[in-house]
């Protein structure tokens, strides 16, 4: 079953305006990562929240993390028309180094001029 | 910007050929995967490697084979393309399993 599920599926904001987009997840993790992903081309990673974290900041990004509500959150302040794109989050179980990061589904983020 | 490189990026060929995509990395990194994703919808691992000589299944079954012979290179094979595996295929790399993953631009299949 997959791991993360984002909400919501697609969110269309004007720019200036903030994005919020969520993250839930169904088992322990060693850290919770956000990608961005323009049209037709490869994942970016955006930020790295390890487990034992709260909130971490990154330029306009700011994600949090609940470990007892196995929920994450990624918002974007006074988004730009160049935001346009979709999110995924992605998980990586607690273990060794070979184990694999679970992406979910996604949220389409459209921010108009 | 990432050094990981796939070619080619776009690729239209008619059932049952044999094609072979690649991707190449200099980062030096060990752990490299290739997962497979149709427009606008979430990614499938198709194959994973841990190092040279080294390759998994991943979530997703694929027709699809993979070799790694050197750190490097990670290609994937389709010995008889079919209509259904029209999408697009990416190409990532990490350190570790549990780092960030590097991505390459994607390579985008039809086969008519």
């Known amino acids: 079953s997959q791991q993360g599920e984002e909400d919501p599926q697609a969110l269309s904001i004007q720019e200036g305006e903030n994005a919020t987009m969520n993250c839930s997840y169904k088992t322990s993790i060693n850290n919770l990562q956000w990608y961005r992903q323009n049209s037709g081309r490869g994942l970016v990673h955006l930020i790295l929240?390890?487990?034992?974290?709260r909130e971490k900041h990154s330029g306009r990004l700011r994600v949090t993390l609940d470990t007892s509500k196995k929920s994450s959150s990624l918002l974007i302040t006074a988004s730009r028309a160049a935001d346009t794109a979709s999110y995924f989050c992605?998980?990586?179980?607690?273990?060794?180094?070979?184990?694999?990061?679970?992406f979910g589904k996604g949220t389409l983020l459209t921010v108009n001029p | 910007e990432a050094d990981i490189y796939q070619t080619p990026r776009y690729l239209v060929i008619g059932t049952g050929k044999k094609i072979t995509l690649e991707c190449s990395q200099t980062?030096?990194?060990?752990?490299m995967y290739w997962y497979q994703q149709d427009p606008g919808m979430e990614l499938h691992l198709i194959h994973y490697?841990?190092?040279?000589?080294?390759?998994e299944k991943g979530d997703l079954s694929s027709e699809s084979t993979v070799s790694r012979i050197r750190t490097e290179h990670f290609p994937l094979t389709l010995e008889s393309a079919r209509p259904s595996h029209t999408s697009q295929y990416l190409c990532?790399?990490?350190?570790?399993?549990?780092?960030?993953?590097?991505f390459g631009p994607g390579t985008r299949l039809t086969v008519l």
């Open positions: 980062m030096g990194h060990d752990k």
């Open positions: 992605a998980t990586a179980p607690p273990g060794g180094s070979n184990y694999k990061l679970t």
């Open positions: 990532a790399s990490s350190v570790a399993g549990y780092n960030e993953q590097f």
């Open positions: 490697s841990y190092g040279v000589n080294s390759t």
């Open positions: 929240i390890r487990s034992n974290e």
